[in-house]
């Protein structure tokens, strides 16, 4: 998921006739995974073969190939050939030394393929004998743990590996704690093996899911790209919004939105939109904490946007057993008033400011852009068909829009970008290197799910947290809203969510949570967290690359994104913002949101139809609040408070255009349009 849409650009300045393409499409390509230097040729053909065979057999077992061939095996089985080539790239990527990978790189690599592999041939026997403790599944259980561990701490660092030496670490103690938190003895030896081969543990639902499902999906963000589609996103992003006030911003949301949809990952999207967008916005007229600010929120916000939502979406559904859709349709409104709020704040911080449009000469026209890549809407149409209309698996909808976008790649392309067969390959290698480090996330949540299942610390968690809440709703909701923002603080997307759904998730469920809004709110809290000081990760990125303060533009963050750490709240009440209930309270929930959206944004900036001072920005501000509460939340009462906050804000409005007697600003029309 780390490839930037932007580097296909420069991958193919020599294919490209750059006179019919605009300037900002000339974007230097930065990959996370790319090394510091260049490996060995041989290094480097065993690590694409290992990426390459990692993301053909996970497509191959999306697509029920084998099944389909009549061989028949344990989905475990697949799952530890999928861990193996991970473990073996990992150690070859993620390498201690600077060029070369060292003797003890060549050997956690061997020694993860390798074991790997010999569970994968003795599975049925080791799980049939595995209550019997036999030393080769013990001494394979051990190892594997120690290995993952390894390659977690390569990919994303301390911070999941010490939450999981934490948790099994209690595991193991936890029947000796007093209280609420005690849990059932298991012995280490009997843990290892439960851990490493019950279907519960590292080889369970969440290594199936990211094996499966979220390779799918990052293959086919990975054809988008080749085929041209992701300039398509770029170019479509510079010719609608550039010529708006404030368009350098808009057009870092539409991007980070549109970009982030595919592959919901904060940095990658930084890296790819930032690199220009921050640009732009600063010699606009922005202050570079603002830039940086705008443009971390607005990658942040790839996390929530359907299809992918960082691969949380194919996680959550199997979690909780429902179909995909159900997740992708019950996350659009949340998603769609987080990215109004900023793009409300944007708008009128552009019009308090006066901050011009992106020059003219460097925006494409729109008629143009959409003549050369409208056909980059087929795949899209096709995954939303296969989703909704034929009721197919997530995995399957992702083949379908893999295979609409070759097609595309080879007969249409984008301007002189078309897809040739070596990038097939390229792909299956770039969606292979991209994928291992969720692969070892998930592995790891393995080891986490293994353990509260085991001992029965996730009941007591539960148990916990709700006395806690002491039967108060709203304060469990506080408690876990602090939980999810400490624990989520330097965790990536799918890790900070399979800790919390485990942890905090079930203890609201118990309370009467709509599950979907349960773990929507862990995982949206969990989320901001990456703008939430003091360890902003997206934030601080975007900050660098801006040359900001890293604390005021996380504080500022905060700010746009506001609607992340409120809406979660409201839609546990009422569950009409997720789109479940009675057509007319979901109708009037997601207006009146949408209203009350827009004017606390503006209360934020201080501009509503011209300048507002601080008397006129409280009034706003409790009107967007009143209008805000959705149906669910005051019963009866609630209809009467959002009329009251509706007439607040209409005077409000009225007043502010009264002095010149005219209509309102442009900005107004622009974002009703």
Same mark, same amino acid.
């Given at each position: 998921?780390?490839?930037?849409?932007? $580097?296909?650009?420069?991958?193919?300045?020599?294919?490209?006739?750059?006179?019919?393409?605009?300037?900002?499409?000339?974007?230097?390509?930065?990959?996370?995974?790319?090394?510091?230097?260049?490996?060995?040729?041989?290094?480097?053909?065993?690590?694409?073969?290992?990426?390459?065979?990692?993301?053909?057999?996970?497509?191959?077992?999306?697509?029920?190939?084998?099944?389909?061939?009549?061989?028949?095996?344990?989905?475990?089985?697949?799952?530890?050939?999928?861990?193996?080539?991970?473990?073996?790239?990992?150690?070859?990527?993620?390498?201690? $030394?600077?060029?070369?990978?060292?003797? #003890?790189?060549?050997?956690?690599?061997?020694?993860?393929? $390798?074991?790997?592999?010999?569970?994968?041939?003795?599975?049925?026997?080791?799980? %049939?004998?595995?209550?019997?403790?036999?030393?080769?599944?013990?001494?394979?259980? =051990?190892?594997?743990?120690?290995?993952?561990?390894?390659?977690?701490?390569?990919?994303?660092?301390?911070?999941?590996?010490?939450?999981?030496?934490?948790?099994?670490?209690?595991?193991?103690?936890?029947?000796?704690?007093?209280?609420?938190?005690?849990?059932?003895?298991?012995?280490?030896?009997?843990?290892?093996?439960?851990? %490493?081969?019950?279907?519960?543990?590292?080889?369970?639902?969440?290594?199936?899911?990211?094996?499966?499902?979220?390779?799918? !999906?990052?293959?086919?963000?990975?054809?988008?790209?080749?085929?041209?589609?992701?300039?398509?996103?770029?170019?479509?992003?510079?010719?609608?919004?550039?010529?708006?006030?404030?368009?350098?911003?808009?057009?870092?949301?539409?991007?980070?939105?549109?970009?982030?949809?595919? %592959?919901? @990952?904060?940095?990658?999207?930084?890296?790819?939109?930032?690199?220009?967008?921050?640009?732009?916005?600063?010699?606009?007229?922005?202050?570079?904490?603002?830039?940086?600010? =705008?443009?971390?929120?607005?990658?942040?916000?790839?996390?929530?946007?359907?299809?992918?939502?960082?691969?949380?979406?194919?996680?959550?559904?199997?979690?909780?057993?429902?179909?995909?859709?159900?997740?992708?349709?019950?996350?659009?409104?949340?998603?769609?008033?987080?990215?109004? %709020?900023?793009?409300?704040?944007?708008?009128?911080?552009?019009?308090?400011?006066?901050?011009?449009?992106?020059?003219?000469?460097?925006?494409?026209?729109?008629?143009?852009? &959409?003549?050369?890549?409208?056909?980059?809407?087929?795949?899209?149409?096709?995954?939303?068909?296969?989703?909704?209309?034929?009721?197919?698996?997530?995995?399957?909808?992702?083949?379908?829009?893999?295979?609409?976008? =070759?097609?595309?790649? !080879?007969?249409?392309?984008?301007?002189?970008?078309?897809?040739?067969?070596?990038?097939?390959?390229?792909?299956?290698?770039?969606?292979?290197?991209?994928?291992?480090?969720?692969?070892?996330?998930?592995?790891?949540?393995?080891?986490?799910?293994? @353990?509260?299942?085991?001992?029965?610390?996730?009941?007591?968690?539960?148990?916990?947290?709700?006395?806690?809440?002491?039967?108060?709703? !709203?304060?469990?909701?506080?408690?876990?809203?602090?939980?999810?923002?400490?624990?989520?603080?330097? &965790?990536?997307?799918?890790?900070?969510?399979?800790?919390?759904?485990?942890?905090?998730?079930?203890?609201?469920?118990?309370?009467?949570?709509?599950?979907?809004?349960?773990?929507?709110?862990?995982?949206?809290?969990?989320?901001?967290?990456?703008?939430?000081?003091?360890?902003?990760?997206?934030?601080?990125?975007?900050?660098?690359?801006?040359?900001?303060?890293?604390?005021?533009?996380?504080?500022?963050?905060?700010? !746009?994104?506001?609607?992340?750490?409120?809406?979660?709240?409201?839609?546990?009440?009422?569950?009409?913002?997720?789109?479940?209930?009675?057509?007319?309270?979901?109708?009037?929930?997601?207006?009146?949101?949408?209203? $009350?959206?827009?004017?606390?944004?503006?209360?934020?900036?201080?501009?509503?139809?011209?300048?507002?001072?601080? #008397?006129?920005?409280?009034?706003?501000?409790?009107?967007?609040?009143?209008?805000?509460?959705?149906?669910?939340?005051?019963?009866?009462?609630?209809?009467?408070?959002?009329?009251?906050?509706?007439?607040?804000?209409?005077?409000?409005?009225?007043?502010?255009?009264?002095?010149?007697?005219?209509?309102?600003?442009?900005?107004?029309?622009?974002?009703?349009?």
């Amino acid at each position: 998921m780390s490839a930037p849409f932007c $580097g296909n650009t420069a991958m193919r300045e020599n294919e490209m006739a750059q006179s019919e393409r605009p300037a900002h499409s000339e974007i230097p390509l930065v990959d996370e995974s790319a090394e510091t230097l260049p490996a060995p040729v041989w290094q480097r053909t065993i690590m694409a073969a290992f990426a390459g065979g990692l993301t053909l057999i996970s497509i191959a077992q999306a697509a029920d190939l084998p099944s389909r061939l009549g061989y028949s095996y344990y989905t475990e089985q697949f799952l530890a050939i999928v861990l193996g080539l991970s473990l073996g790239l990992v150690f070859l990527v993620r390498r201690t $030394g600077p060029q070369a990978a060292g003797p #003890l790189d060549l050997a956690f690599s061997g020694l993860g393929l $390798g074991l790997s592999l010999y569970v994968a041939w003795a599975y049925p026997t080791l799980v %049939s004998s595995a209550m019997m403790l036999p030393w080769d599944a013990l001494i394979a259980g =051990i190892a594997l743990f120690l290995l993952v561990l390894e390659g977690l701490r390569r990919t994303v660092g301390w911070t999941l590996v010490v939450v999981v030496l934490a948790i099994c670490g209690y595991g193991l103690v936890g029947h000796l704690v007093p209280g609420v938190l005690q849990t059932r003895e298991v012995a280490a030896n009997r843990m290892a093996v439960y851990l %490493s081969f019950d279907p519960n543990g590292l080889l369970g639902v969440t290594l199936n899911v990211a094996a499966t499902v979220v390779v799918a !999906f990052v293959f086919f963000g990975q054809l988008l790209l080749r085929s041209g589609g992701g300039d398509f996103f770029n170019d479509i992003a510079l010719a609608t919004m550039g010529r708006r006030r404030g368009g350098a911003s808009k057009i870092s949301i539409v991007a980070s939105g549109l970009f982030g949809s595919i %592959s919901g @990952v904060v940095v990658s999207n930084i890296v790819a939109t930032g690199i220009v967008t921050i640009r732009l916005m600063i010699n606009s007229g922005f202050r570079r904490t603002t830039a940086a600010a =705008i443009e971390a929120v607005a990658s942040t916000g790839g996390q929530i946007a359907p299809p992918v939502m960082g691969a949380v979406a194919f996680l959550m559904a199997d979690i909780l057993q429902k179909p995909y859709s159900e997740i992708v349709v019950a996350a659009l409104v949340p998603a769609l008033l987080y990215y109004v %709020s900023l793009f409300v704040q944007a708008d009128l911080l552009a019009a308090k400011q006066n901050i011009r449009p992106v020059e003219g000469e460097d925006i494409p026209p729109v008629a143009g852009v &959409m003549r050369r890549g409208w056909v980059f809407v087929v795949p899209f149409a096709a995954i939303v068909m296969a989703l909704f209309w034929f009721n197919q698996r997530a995995e399957t909808a992702a083949l379908w829009g893999g295979l609409a976008t =070759i097609v595309i790649g !080879f007969i249409a392309g984008y301007g002189k970008v078309r897809m040739r067969f070596g990038d097939l390959w390229r792909c299956a290698v770039e969606t292979g290197q991209s994928i291992t480090e969720i692969i070892m996330i998930s592995a790891a949540a393995g080891f986490i799910i293994g @353990v509260l299942n085991v001992t029965g610390l996730g009941f007591a968690v539960t148990f916990a947290l709700v006395d806690l809440g002491q039967g108060s709703l !709203f304060l469990l909701l506080l408690i876990s809203a602090a939980v999810c923002l400490i624990l989520g603080m330097g &965790m990536p997307t799918v890790g900070v969510y399979l800790l919390l759904a485990v942890l905090v998730a079930p203890s609201l469920v118990e309370t009467g949570v709509e599950p979907i809004a349960a773990h929507l709110f862990i995982f949206y809290l969990g989320m901001m967290s990456m703008v939430t000081p003091p360890i902003g990760i997206g934030a601080f990125f975007a900050a660098s690359i801006a040359k900001a303060s890293p604390m005021p533009t996380a504080l500022e963050a905060m700010r !746009f994104g506001w609607t992340a750490y409120i809406v979660p709240f409201l839609f546990v009440f009422s569950p009409a913002l997720l789109l479940i209930g009675d057509p007319l309270d979901i109708a009037l929930a997601v207006i009146t949101a949408v209203l $009350g959206v827009y004017a606390i944004s503006a209360a934020f900036i201080g501009w509503f139809a011209g300048p507002a001072g601080a #008397l006129r920005r409280i009034l706003i501000g409790v009107a967007g609040g009143a209008l805000l509460l959705p149906p669910g939340i005051g019963g009866g009462a609630t209809l009467w408070v959002n009329a009251a906050g509706f007439l607040l804000l209409l005077v409000q409005w009225l007043a502010a255009i009264r002095p010149s007697g005219i209509a309102p600003q442009p900005h107004t029309r622009e974002m009703e349009s």
